[in-house]
């Protein structure tokens, strides 16, 4: 059973930046492709980037791309999203996630409670 608890959400101006970070409890992270997910009022949840267990590298939707980073220390068992320059449209609730073996984080195993991230001025 793999654990997943969310800090580090707020409220920030937009062209601000805020990192989340994502507590990972469980079997070790090498077996598992970490990511975050994003969840808007009304809008379907989407990926906002992943690394994968199977490569190491690190997958982004071109609406994050360059903006966003994912990264991980599997010292400290913690996940962070880097998130800079941003848009009220990145305004949602922010998901950490895992995927045994994954590659994308396209379907996952494990899914953390939620952070709330507001970009406002």
């Known amino acids: 059973q793999v654990q997943l608890v969310e800090s580090g959400g707020g409220v920030v101006q937009p062209g601000g930046s805020l990192r989340l970070s994502c507590a990972v409890s469980?079997?070790?992270?090498?077996?598992?492709?970490i990511g975050w997910f994003r969840q808007a009022p009304g809008r379907r949840r989407e990926g906002v980037g992943c690394i994968s267990s199977i490569d190491g590298n690190a997958y982004y939707p071109d609406s994050v791309k360059d903006r966003f980073t994912v990264s991980r220390d599997n010292a400290k068992n913690t996940v962070y999203l880097q998130m800079n320059n941003l848009k009220p449209e990145d305004t949602a609730v922010y998901y950490c996630?895992?995927?045994?073996?994954?590659?994308?984080?396209?379907?996952?195993?494990?899914w953390g409670q939620g952070t709330q991230v507001t970009v406002s001025s």
């Open positions: 996630v895992a995927e045994h073996l994954g590659l994308y984080c396209s379907g996952p195993d494990y």
């Open positions: 469980g079997p070790t992270l090498e077996d598992y492709a």
